[in-house]
C-alpha cells in the first residue's frame, strides 16, 4: 500500500507553497503607504502574474488528486484529527481558488495589466468593470485572512506530526 504522495503531487505542493509564501509579504507589503514606486510596481508584478502561476498549478493539482487519490492516513491519526485535515485541505483548495480568482477578477475588471497572459496573446475573459473589480478586490482581501490562518493551521499540524509525534504523517509529504 501506497504511504506517502506521488512525486509530482510533492512537487506540485511544494511548488505551490513556495510561491503563496512568498506572495503572502508581497501582497501584505505592495499596498503600504510611501513605499518607492519601483519597489511597490515589481511587489505588484510578481503578486499578480505568481497568482495567475498558483491558480494553473492548482488546477492541475486538483486534476492529479483526483487521478491519483492521496495516501490514507496511518491508523495512528486519531478520527478527530483526520476530519480536520480532510476539512482543512479542502479549504486550502477552494480558498485558494477563490483568491486566484477573485485576484484574476480584480485585475482585469479593473483595467489593469496582467503582464504574463498579455504577453502571451491570451485574451482577457472579463471585460472592464470598475464596480466588479472592486467586489472581486474585496473578496480577495477578506479570504486571504482565513487562507493565512489555514496556512498557518496546516504548517503547525505538520510539525506537530514530524517533530511531537513521528507519526509518518509529515513524512507523506517530504519524502513519499
Do not use: C
Not at 23 to 46: T, W
Not at 123 to 150: F, Q
Amino acid at each position: 500500500m501506497q504511504t506517502g504522495y506521488t512525486a509530482t503531487a510533492r512537487a506540485l505542493h511544494w511548488i505551490v507553497a513556495m510561491i503563496v509564501l512568498g506572495m503572502i509579504p508581497a501582497g501584505k507589503i505592495m499596498v503600504e503607504e510611501g513605499l518607492p514606486r519601483g519597489l511597490q510596481d515589481a511587489l505588484f508584478l510578481f503578486h499578480k502574474n505568481a497568482g495567475v502561476i498558483v491558480l494553473l498549478l492548482m488546477i492541475v493539482r486538483l486534476v492529479w488528486r483526483w487521478l491519483n487519490p492521496p495516501p490514507p492516513l496511518p491508523s495512528s491519526v486519531p478520527v478527530w484529527q483526520a476530519r480536520v485535515a480532510h476539512l482543512t485541505h479542502v479549504l486550502l483548495y477552494a480558498l485558494i481558488f477563490v483568491m486566484g480568482i477573485s485576484g484574476y477578477v480584480r485585475v482585469v475588471a479593473g483595467g489593469f495589466p496582467l503582464e504574463l497572459p498579455d504577453a502571451l496573446g491570451l485574451p482577457r475573459l472579463l471585460p472592464k468593470v470598475e464596480s466588479l473589480g472592486n467586489a472581486a478586490s474585496t473578496v480577495h482581501y477578506l479570504t486571504h485572512y482565513t487562507v493565512i490562518a489555514l496556512i498557518a493551521l496546516h504548517i503547525g499540524a505538520a510539525l506537530f506530526h514530524g517533530i511531537v509525534r513521528r507519526d509518518g504523517v509529515f513524512g507523506r509529504m517530504w519524502r513519499g
